[in-house]
Nanobody, 123 residues
Framework: QVQVAERGGGSVRAGGSLRLSCGAS????????MSWFRQVPGKEREFVSI???????RYSDSVKGRFSASQDSASGTQYLQMNSLVPEDTAMYYC?????????????????WGQGTQVTVSS
């Protein structure tokens, strides 16, 4: 089992910034794809960004140019720097970790989600 924990949510005014972090228990023999999703009540969970196991980064069109994903290579912690926030960014943000690999312990393989962290942007 992989434990996933997000930190860094909060409330800001439009134009402000927040940084989210996501930590996950790590196994040296596993591959990790780490992504961010967000969800507002009554809507489906929406993709925000991903850093795949090769370090490739991709963003949704709605956040491209404003959000920046990064990863600390030593700890494996994923960050999401969110700048120029707008009220439409208000949502619960979730970290998703997809673990795989031939040498990865079976108990660690799978898709794991954090409990989410709330981001609220006021106009």
């Amino acid at each position: 089992q992989v434990q996933v924990a997000e930190r860094g949510g909060g409330s800001v005014r439009a134009g402000g910034s927040l940084r989210l972090s996501c930590g996950a228990s790590k196994y040296l023999t596993c591959n990790y794809d780490m992504s961010w999703f967000r969800q507002v009540p009554g809507k489906e969970r929406e993709f925000v960004s991903i850093i795949d196991r090769r370090g490739n980064i991709r963003y949704s069109d709605s956040v491209k140019g404003r959000f920046s994903a990064s990863q600390d290579s030593a700890s494996g912690t994923q960050y999401l720097q969110m700048n120029s926030l707008v009220p439409e960014d208000t949502a619960m943000y979730y970290c998703k970790v997809e673990v795989s690999g031939v040498g990865c312990p079976r108990r660690a393989v799978g898709i794991f989600w954090g409990q989410g962290t709330q981001v609220t942007v006021s106009s």
